[in-house]
């Protein structure tokens, strides 16, 4: 096939079809670092189950729970509603994106964050799910220690995070998906059998819809709904979440994936399925202490005993399949990525483990409400960069963002706007002079800031694009569909995903390219020897 290059610059090797030793590899790590062509994309089902497996987490239990013991059962279910509302809005926004360009959220983010503003969202999204997987882990051990009133927590800690790992090892693309599908049933069941025993042993009836919430009126600056509204913004790290996962969808699953995978019906299962469970079954089986830190996991045991232990072990080996694999492939694009350091997903889901246990040892459940704020204070402040960056860029929203290493700035306005806003969100939540209004508003301030700093930087910032004239997608017909040799590394990527060398004109993958730019490989020197 012959390409429309210019005579000035090396020919390019095409095809029209994808290599298979390119392509077997790339799914082998799940193109952690490239975008994933249109042959690689899973069907509905398949990422649905995968996505679905969070749904299962015991964490949506415990926030709804902790929104009913802080703030009252009637703020709570509101604070509820409204996060399923404004989740189903701002998500398939981000996720539409992604699928059709199957872009990550470090390439989403290059854009308005630049090269630098992508590795720290990988890097930040890394933390965020080490932290689950720890909360999640963490459920499974205190449970067992529990039921069977034996040996000190931190062997339980250490036996989960070996049982779990041999679990860890699948993808979106391979076998996660009909793990999850076989486990969601035995989920559903086990739910129903814990509820209906707590119908049958509690005698508090319907007290449970009236609790008022440990929090006294006088500590609340603003309504308690909107209390527990701003506690369940410290969940909106799930839009990150949705995007890496979403760049496996199919583009004509779009419609589908928006509704249903990423949008309402998820949240509503997310937010109300397990918040109104986590409520009922800490005010029923827990009354005269619903504040324990543990108390989801107590009240499941009192309820269930056997079944509700073998709830919590089902739970917890949907959502560990997810945690770890989120986790792992943030981890291996940062640093592999910014540092050179290429240990491939499966060293870090050795890793992962490790830090997991280790963290698991600082009792997780004594400082989630902290933990909530901070993860608030970093990634509303993306998300609302982010979301404004798509809504001023609608060509961005339909054709795909620019993340290409040569293309995108190393740093950039909007990367500073996100560090400012994170920096004051965290000083609302710990500053000892904020005030209790500014306090307890932390989330949305930061997120008004993060827009706010944002809009103000695009008044600054050049509109001259970064790169060269000669684009590898203008030189073949469709880009999305022809498939273009690296020579830095031989690897055949789609014409979408690959760029010509400013220095060589020679065409380079976004792997290549990116260790280039940022120096941590030499890459460009094996290019220059084949010019």
């Known amino acids: 096939m012959q390409s429309r290059s210019s005579d000035r610059l090396p020919a390019l090797r095409v095809s029209n079809t994808e290599n298979e030793v390119t392509a077997q590899k790339q799914r082998q790590v799940d193109y952690v670092h490239h975008a994933v062509p249109l042959t690689a994309r899973v069907g509905r089902w398949q990422l649905t189950m995968s996505y679905w497996s969070l749904i299962s987490a015991m964490c949506w239990v415990f926030f709804g729970a902790l929104a009913s013991t802080l703030y009252g059962t009637e703020a709570a279910l509101i604070a509820l509603a409204a996060t399923i509302a404004v989740m ?76 779990i790992l041999p679990l860890m090892l699948g993808s979106v693309q391979t076998w996660m998906a009909r793990l999850n599908g076989l486990l ?229 306005p909007g990367l500073f706007s996100w560090l400012i806003s994170s920096g004051i969100g965290i000083w609302l939540i710990e500053g000892r002079s904020v005030p209790p209004l500014a306090h307890a508003l932390a989330s949305p301030l930061t997120f008004v800031i993060a827009g706010a700093l944002y809009l103000v930087s695009l008044l600054f910032t050049s509109k001259s694009k970064r790169g060269h004239a000669s684009d590898v997608r203008d030189e073949v017909g469709n880009y999305m569909g022809t498939w273009v040799t690296c020579e830095a590394c031989d690897s055949t990527h789609t014409a979408y995903a690959m760029d010509r060398d400013p220095n060589t004109g020679l065409p380079v993958c976004d792997e290549c390219a990116t260790a280039v730019r940022v120096g941590v490989r030499e890459a460009v020197t094996r290019a220059n020897a084949v010019a």
């Open 88 to 163: 189903s809005i701002l998500s398939p926004l981000f996720t539409k994106v992604s699928s059709r360009g199957g872009l990550s959220t470090t390439q989403m983010s290059r854009k308005p964050l630049g090269l630098v503003g992508g590795f720290l969202t990988s890097l930040m999204m890394a933390a965020l799910v080490t932290y689950y997987t720890v909360f999640e882990s963490s459920t499974l051990a205190v449970s067992l220690k529990l039921y069977f009133h034996v040996a000190p927590m931190w062997v339980w800690y250490g036996l989960v995070t070996l049982a």
């Open 184 to 412: 969601l049933p035995i989920y559903v069941l086990g739910i129903a059998i814990v509820i209906g025993l707590t119908v049958m042993h509690s005698d508090q009836g319907m007290a449970w819809l009236h609790f008022g919430g440990v929090v006294p009126a006088a500590a609340q600056p603003i309504p308690a709904w909107a209390m527990a509204f701003c506690m369940l913004m410290g969940t909106w790290p799930l839009i990150p979440t949705a995007t890496d996962v979403a760049r496996f969808g199919k583009i004509e699953d779009e419609k589908f994936n928006d509704h249903v995978t990423f949008g309402f019906l998820f949240y509503l299962w997310l937010y109300a399925g397990n918040g109104l469970i986590g409520i009922y079954l800490v005010h029923s089986m827990l009354p005269t202490d619903p504040t324990q830190e543990t108390g989801v996991v107590q009240a499941i045991l009192a309820a269930g005993g056997l079944f509700g232990l073998i709830l919590i072990l089902v739970t917890q080996t949907r959502i560990s399949t997810f945690n770890f694999y989120e986790s792992s492939m943030n981890f291996e694009r940062f640093f592999a990525g910014a540092l050179g350091i290429k240990l491939g997903r499966m060293t870090w889901v050795v890793v992962v483990g490790i830090l997991a246990f280790v963290l698991m040892l600082t009792d997780v459940f004594s400082y989630v409400l902290r933990a909530l704020q901070w993860q608030s204070a970093f990634f509303v402040g993306w998300i609302a960069i982010l979301a404004i960056h798509l809504m001023l860029n609608p060509k961005e929203r339909t054709s795909g963002m620019e993340f290409r290493a040569n293309r995108v700035p190393m740093v950039t």
